[in-house]
């Protein structure tokens, strides 16, 4: 009988189980993870190599217009060492991680997750999967409400492949806005990236001119209606308010607008 259960322990059957709990489902960007990981032993004794978590989230890549998802690792955890449990045996791992400042916000689509997983020689490995909401940083935030003071409004967020712009991530989170009321009639749309840190936040902006004219429209058959600017605001001029920042956003998209 142990023979047998060893045999359907290696194929996850009757072997240990994990099974993850966050304190907390909704988090910022920047926030401390806290949770435990609890081990229940199965019906033989098996030996855990490590207990690791890793977060995770998902992106969309283009090619040959077909769009493909692909997941990527934001960061990995080693909790543990080896550790022996034996049958019924019953372990909790409590742990603590801090988000990257780079993490999604889980808009529209966007999903982050933890998954858990205990490494075994000669096993499936089992794991545990957990959503996290995560909210924009306090940084991109204030950004976020300064481009709806301008009248723009969220048309869809994603996650989307652009190595040139991830800053090491092969993707970025692009934010894409419908015109406010007194850009109709200048602006297609406008995109975000978001790049907060320590002391202040960079934004990526896109802003995509309203073809006017033969001129206009063969700019944009070759994307030359889109501009490209790089905008940085410190800690100091952020908490100035969202009045400040979304008056120097109008500077530069009436500028790129022309």
Known sequence: MS??????????IGGTKVDTRLAEGRYY???????????????????????????????????????????????KFRLTGPIQVKPNDQLEVPFAFRLPLYTPSTFDRVQV???????????????????????????????LKAIEELGFQIRKVE?????????????VQEFEFYPG???????????????????????????DRRARGFVGL????????????LLRFSQSELERGTGYIASKLDEEIRYHAR
């Open 159 to 171: 996650n989307s492949y652009a190595p040139r712009y991830g800053r090491g991530l092969p993707f």
């Open 181 to 207: 009321r007194q850009y109709y009639g200048k602006l297609d749309e406008l995109e975000a990236v978001f790049y907060p840190t320590e002391d202040g936040i960079e934004v990526l902006l896109e802003v």
């Open 113 to 143: 997750w933890v998954k858990t997983s205990l490494d075994i020689d000669n096993a499936v490995d089992p794991d545990d999967h957990d959503g996290l909401q995560i909210l924009p940083h306090p940084y991109t935030g204030v950004v």
């Open 29 to 75: 960007a920047g926030d401390e993870v806290q949770g435990k990981v609890f081990i229940q032993g199965g019906n033989v004794e098996q030996r855990i190599e490590e207990v690791y978590l890793h977060l995770l989230t998902d992106y969309v890549r283009e090619h040959d217009d077909h769009k493909y998802n692909h997941t990527q690792t934001l960061d």
């Open 3 to 12: 023979f047998f259960n060893r045999v359907l322990a290696s194929v996850g």
């Open 218 to 229: 063969l700019e944009e058959a070759m994307d030359a209606d889109e501009s490209k600017v």
